[in-house]
């Protein structure tokens, strides 16, 4: 089984800021595998980032993900007040998909 | 745009059996989509639980394998879980999930499931 370690658990930041979100994997993932959710409370999760790097249908430009092999970054170059939430990677391998354990963007 | 959205009981007592039933509108799940299921007990985070292909094909997550069984119903655009010999560990919101490429794309609202006597 594939385990993803996201970091930091918490993030402080101010709008306006950029934020850096840190998914390591421990074993190497296909980037066409790897994507990147945003969840606010008491809301489903919403898809980002699908295939490392690809935005997802209506997702601001804001949002960019990078990596390959073990180490994946999303980035959000300015953070909006929207955007402070919990976000989770993802990684599909061998019939199967596992999660992060989340990030939490929080206002500073 | 397709919707999902999930129904079903919302207190299930321990040992016994959960089931829920995730609706599709505004699409057929007769697509070469997958569709899944995805469980967050309280404040924790996402757990990938099944998928199932409209011809039947499934797939499960190990861990919940011997407990689990996902099945589509595609005259009435749905698909279900079950979920056997429930603890409290199995207290959460229960969502279910189109998938797209490697990811699920769309998912419904999500229903909390407590197990407790």
């Known amino acids: 089984e594939i385990v993803l370690t996201q970091s930091p658990g918490t993030l402080s930041l101010s709008p306006g800021e950029r934020a850096t979100l840190s998914c390591r994997a421990s074993q190497s993932v296909s980037s066409t595998y790897l994507a990147w959710y945003q969840q606010k409370p008491g809301q489903a999760p919403r898809l980002l980032i699908y295939g490392a790097s690809i935005r997802a249908t209506g997702i601001p430009d804001r949002f960019s993900g990078s990596g390959s092999g073990t180490d994946f970054t999303l980035t959000i170059s300015r953070l909006e007040p929207e955007d402070f939430a919990v976000y989770y990677c993802q990684q599909y391998d061998s019939f199967r998909y596992t999660f992060g354990q989340g990030t939490k963007v929080e206002i500073k | 745009q397709v919707q999902l959205q999930e129904s079903g009981p919302g207190l299930v007592k321990p040992s016994g059996t959960l089931s829920l039933t995730c609706a599709v509108s505004?699409?057929?799940?007769?697509?070469?989509?997958?569709w899944s299921w995805v469980r967050q007990p309280p404040g924790k985070g996402l757990e990938w639980i099944a998928e199932i292909h409209h011809t039947g094909v499934t797939n499960y997550n190990p861990s919940l394998k011997s407990r689990v069984t996902i099945s589509i119903d595609t005259s009435k655009s749905q698909f279900s879980l079950i979920l056997n010999s429930v603890t409290a560990a199995d207290t959460a919101v229960y969502y279910c999930?189109?998938?797209?490429?490697?990811?699920?794309?769309?998912w419904g609202q999500g229903t909390l499931v407590t197990v407790s006597s």
């Open positions: 505004g699409g057929s799940v007769s697509t070469n989509n997958w």
């Open positions: 999930a189109r998938n797209g490429d490697y990811d699920q794309d769309h």
